[in-house]
């Protein structure tokens, strides 16, 4: 009988063959899985990440046309706050009522805010990610000892199977914990990747927002052509 054709009676068994490491492997797997998923449905909610354009017009830092809005309004939600903070703190900049400083402070504050939210619950994929191997490690170390008294206990009449069994028990635990490890790690690091796509995306509409004439400047590929270099910021990196 597989695994898939029996699932819950099969973590019965390893649960009865495991013992307490398995059990604390199952439930942080449990932990992993709820996780994952409420990150993936914020990243979903937020889009994080999810490559929008922001090749926006100059105009989103001066009087917006209906095209404008419509640009600014496909970005993704958490993109869109920055850049409409961007531009009310540009305003009043240009009015003289905040200085460059503190719109600067603002927009970082706001930034970190932001990204640490989308950030929340990494901790705790990377916990698991690194200590779920280690006890299966551990839990194998107890089986081989398991093992081994077995053996000691046998005297002169030593069973092969005995040894075998106990070792095929013991490396069961570290099966488990890599098991429980390794999607865990696939998965934070497709979650970081997204996190630094957004943060790649914030700080390129930040930068077309408050000096867009700079922007473009660096940006403009006729000038890169002839000064054989290469973009600062790039429009289109994500």
Same mark, same amino acid.
């Given at each position: 009988?597989?695994?898939?054709?029996?699932? !819950?009676?099969?973590?019965?068994?390893? =649960?009865?063959?495991?013992?307490?490491?398995? %059990?604390?492997?199952?439930?942080?797997?449990?932990?992993?899985?709820?996780?994952?998923?409420?990150?993936?449905?914020?990243?979903?909610?937020?889009?994080?990440?999810? +490559?929008?354009?922001?090749?926006?017009?100059?105009?989103?830092?001066?009087?917006? +046309?209906?095209?404008?809005?419509?640009?600014?309004?496909? *970005?993704?939600?958490?993109?869109?706050? !920055?850049?409409?903070? /961007?531009?009310?703190?540009?305003?009043?900049?240009?009015?003289?009522?905040?200085?460059?400083?503190?719109?600067?402070?603002?927009?970082?504050?706001? /930034?970190?805010?932001? =990204?640490?939210?989308?950030?929340?619950?990494?901790?705790?994929?990377?916990?698991?990610?690194?200590? /779920?191997?280690?006890?299966?490690?551990?839990?194998? %170390?107890? &089986? *081989? !000892?398991?093992?081994?008294?077995?053996?000691?206990?046998? &005297?002169?009449?030593?069973?092969?199977?005995?040894?075998? +069994? &106990?070792?095929?028990?013991?490396?069961?635990?570290?099966? %488990?914990?890599?098991?429980?490890? *390794?999607?865990?790690?696939?998965?934070?690091?497709?979650?970081?990747?997204?996190?630094?796509?957004?943060?790649? /995306? =914030?700080?390129?509409?930040?930068?077309?927002?408050?000096?867009?004439?700079?922007?473009?400047?660096?940006?403009?590929?006729?000038?890169?052509?002839?000064?054989?270099?290469?973009?600062?910021?790039?429009?289109?990196?994500?």
């Amino acid at each position: 009988m597989t695994f898939f054709e029996n699932p !819950i009676l099969r973590i019965q068994e390893f =649960i009865s063959i495991g013992g307490p490491v398995v %059990v604390l492997l199952l439930g942080l797997s449990v932990i992993s899985v709820a996780t994952i998923l409420f990150k993936f449905w914020q990243f979903s909610a937020l889009k994080v990440g999810a +490559g929008a354009s922001l090749d926006t017009p100059v105009s989103l830092s001066g009087n917006m +046309g209906r095209g404008d809005r419509q640009r600014l309004e496909r *970005m993704p939600a958490g993109l869109r706050d !920055i850049v409409e903070l /961007a531009m009310r703190l540009k305003h009043l900049r240009d009015e003289n009522r905040i200085t460059h400083e503190a719109l600067e402070d603002r927009l970082m504050l706001s /930034a970190s805010t932001q =990204i640490n939210s989308i950030q929340s619950g990494f901790r705790i994929l990377e916990s698991i990610a690194q200590t /779920a191997p280690l006890i299966g490690l551990f839990g194998t %170390v107890l &089986g *081989m !000892i398991t093992a081994f008294q077995a053996l000691q206990q046998s &005297g002169n009449s030593v069973d092969p199977s005995i040894l075998a +069994g &106990g070792i095929w028990v013991a490396l069961l635990t570290t099966a %488990v914990g890599l098991g429980v490890a *390794m999607p865990t790690s696939i998965a934070l690091t497709y979650f970081e990747s997204r996190v630094e796509t957004h943060k790649l /995306a =914030i700080e390129t509409a930040v930068a077309r927002v408050l000096n867009p004439s700079t922007y473009d400047a660096i940006n403009d590929p006729r000038q890169r052509a002839e000064t054989g270099g290469s973009p600062l910021v790039s429009a289109n990196a994500v």
